[in-house]
C-alpha cells in the first residue's frame, strides 16, 4: 500500500467521481483509476462500486476512507513537525490578498511577523477573490488573503477563518425604506439593483440571498468599487449592498441610508493555502503565525 494510492482513493471518495478526482490530483483518470484497483487487489477488497452512478463506495471503502483520512492527517501533521525543525532560511513568500479586509490590522500582523522572521521576504498583490484562488491552485502564490466564495470547498485548500464582515443595504435618502431600522430583503424584489461584475465573490453572494428571500434581482448596473457602487446609488439609480467595513471607508454622506439587513449574512475573509503541497518552511512560519493571531494568542 503506497501513499499515493490512500490519496488517490481518498479523492474519489470526496468527489464520488474518477474524472474530478483525478483533476484533484492532477493525475490522468487512468492512472488513477490503475492504482486504485492496484490498492483493491493488493488488500484482496472491493473499494468502490464502480456500476453505480454517482459511484458508490462498498462497506469496506467506507471504512477505509475513515482511516484513510486519519492516515492522511496524521502523514501532513508530521511534515509540519518536522519543518518546525528546519531553518526557514532566507526566504519569499509570496501573498495575494483582496483590498477589502475590513477591519483586519493586516500591516500589523505583517509587521510583528517581520520582527520575529526578518530573514524572511514577502512579497504582496492584489486581485479580486475568484482570480486569487485560482493563482493559488496553479501555485502563482504561496497564499490567499480573500472573501472565502461560496463554494470554496471545491478547492483543496487549508482555510483559517480571521473575520466575518456583515454587509449591509445603501439606499437612496429619500427612499420610502431609508428611515426603517433593518432592510427585509424580502421586500426588494421590485428594486433596481447595482451590483459588483461577475468575478467578484459578493455577486454570487447576493445572487444567492436574492434567490432565498424569493426573487430574482433586476440588476440596474454594474460596479466592482464600493465608492462608485454609493455614488450611483446617491444618483438615483438603484439600491446596492456594500460590507459594513467597506461603508466606513468613505465620508458620511447625507444623500443615502444605510442599513442592517433583517436576515445577516457576510462577507467571510478567510486566508487559504492549498493542500498537499510541499509546505517550505517560510510558508509553515506564516500560517503558524496566522493561526495563532485567529486563535487570539497574538493580540490583535
Not at 508530521?78 to 532560511?89: A, N
Not at 477573490?129 to 497564499?143: H, V, Y
Not at 464582515?165 to 427585509?184: R, S, W
Not at 468613505?250 to 443615502?256: F, G, M, S
Amino acid at each position: 500500500m503506497l501513499l499515493k494510492q490512500i490519496q488517490y482513493f481518498m479523492a474519489v471518495a470526496q468527489t464520488r467521481h474518477f474524472t474530478r478526482a483525478s483533476e484533484q490530483m492532477y493525475v490522468s483518470q487512468s492512472a488513477l483509476s490503475q492504482q486504485i484497483t492496484k490498492l483493491e487487489n493488493d488488500m484482496g477488497v472491493t473499494l468502490i462500486n464502480r456500476l453505480s452512478h454517482p459511484i458508490e463506495l462498498t462497506k469496506a471503502g467506507e471504512e477505509f476512507a475513515k482511516y484513510g483520512a486519519d492516515v492522511l492527517t496524521a502523514v501532513e501533521n508530521l511534515q509540519e513537525h518536522m519543518q518546525t525543525w528546519q531553518s526557514t532560511g532566507r526566504s519569499t513568500l509570496h501573498i495575494g490578498m483582496i483590498t477589502g479586509l475590513g477591519n483586519l490590522p493586516l500591516a500589523d500582523i505583517l509587521a510583528k511577523f517581520n520582527t520575529e522572521h526578518s530573514d524572511i521576504k514577502l512579497t504582496l498583490a492584489t486581485q479580486l477573490s475568484k482570480a486569487l484562488c485560482e493563482q493559488l491552485e496553479d501555485g502563482t502564490i504561496d497564499l490567499a488573503i480573500i472573501a472565502a466564495p461560496r463554494d470554496i470547498e471545491k478547492y483543496n485548500f487549508n482555510i483559517i477563518p480571521l473575520q466575518q464582515d456583515p454587509f449591509v443595504v445603501i439606499l437612496p435618502a429619500g427612499h420610502p425604506m431609508a428611515k426603517n431600522k433593518v432592510f427585509d430583503l424580502v421586500k426588494a424584489s421590485k428594486e433596481r439593483f447595482i451590483f459588483p461584475t461577475k468575478p467578484n465573490v459578493s455577486l454570487d453572494v447576493f445572487m444567492e440571498e436574492c434567490k432565498a428571500a424569493g426573487f430574482e434581482p433586476n440588476i440596474a448596473s454594474f460596479a466592482n468599487d464600493p465608492g462608485r457602487r454609493i455614488d450611483m446609488v446617491e444618483a438615483g439609480l438603484g439600491i446596492a449592498l456594500i460590507s459594513k467595513s467597506g461603508l466606513s471607508y468613505y465620508l458620511k454622506n447625507q444623500k443615502i441610508a444605510a442599513l442592517p439587513l433583517k436576515k445577516p449574512f457576510y462577507k467571510n475573509i478567510v486566508v487559504a493555502r492549498k493542500k498537499g503541497v510541499h509546505k517550505f518552511p517560510a510558508l509553515c512560519a506564516f500560517w503558524n503565525y496566522v493561526q495563532q493571531f485567529a486563535s487570539g494568542e497574538i493580540i490583535k
